[in-house]
């Protein structure tokens, strides 16, 4: 089955809005939790991650808390920039599974000036 | 220190070809992982490799190999090229050795195109 559902896209946003995109997982255990944006015409880029159940990673004004209760990992940030358009992907890894990381399908990001 | 390499950036084949990608991890690294991206399926795991051992493999048929070499880097081949294979490889290196630091940092991919 899945392991990452994200939330649909795309999303709109002016600059300055708030930005949440919402991530939820399945899987046993304790697994790493990871966000990679990718912008057009490139790879992806490891912009923040969490290890450990209420763990906080940030980066760059971006932030998400790994919430084992809800098995979710939301990426928000306070005031997107329009250089922060991208696409956005959640990723978890599963400890059983070496060397694989699970994705969601990505959310499309646009900020508008 | 270097980022993660792919070569050929752009690739254009025929049906029926084979093509060979190429992936050269950070320095330290000793996984590499490799990706199929399409804007249908997303992001699809093809295998990894440590140590020059192909330890995980994803859901992909038999036309689609890997190996890795001494110095961690990686190649991976596919055999009869097939319109659908025409996607953007991405390949990860990580420190990874027993599961722990996980994170994987990804190279700009090859896109190929299969005409």
């Known amino acids: 089955g899945n392991s990452v559902t994200q939330m649909e896209g795309p999303v709109t946003l002016s600059e300055e809005a708030f930005l949440t995109i919402n991530c939820t997982y399945t899987?046993?255990?304790?697994?790493?939790l990871f966000w990679y944006v990718q912008y057009p015409g490139e790879g992806l880029q490891l912009l923040l991650k969490a290890t450990k159940a209420d763990d906080k990673g940030s980066n760059k004004g971006f932030e998400a808390t790994y919430r084992k209760e809800t098995t979710s990992f939301h990426l928000e940030k306070g005031s997107v920039q329009v250089s922060d358009s991208a696409v956005y992907f959640c990723?978890?890894?599963?400890?059983?599974?070496?060397?694989?990381?699970?994705f969601g399908r990505g959310t499309q990001l646009t900020v508008w000036p | 220190k270097a980022g993660v390499t792919q070569t050929p950036r752009y690739l254009i084949k025929t049906r029926g070809q084979q093509v060979t990608l190429s992936c050269s991890p950070i320095s330290g690294h000793r996984s590499v992982s490799w990706y199929q991206q399409t804007p249908g399926q997303g992001l699809q795991f093809l295998f990894e490799y440590f140590s020059e051992t192909q330890r995980n493999k994803g859901n992909f048929p038999g036309r689609f190999s890997g190996r890795q070499f001494s110095n961690s880097r990686s190649e991976m081949n596919v055999s009869t090229l097939e319109l659908g294979d025409s996607a953007l490889y991405l390949c990860a290196s990580s420190l990874a050795g027993t599961g722990l630091n996980y994170e994987q940092y990804f190279g700009p991919g090859t896109r190929l195109t299969v005409t």
């Open positions: 990723a978890v890894e599963r400890g059983s599974t070496l060397g694989r990381l699970y």
């Open positions: 899987a046993t255990g304790y697994p790493s």
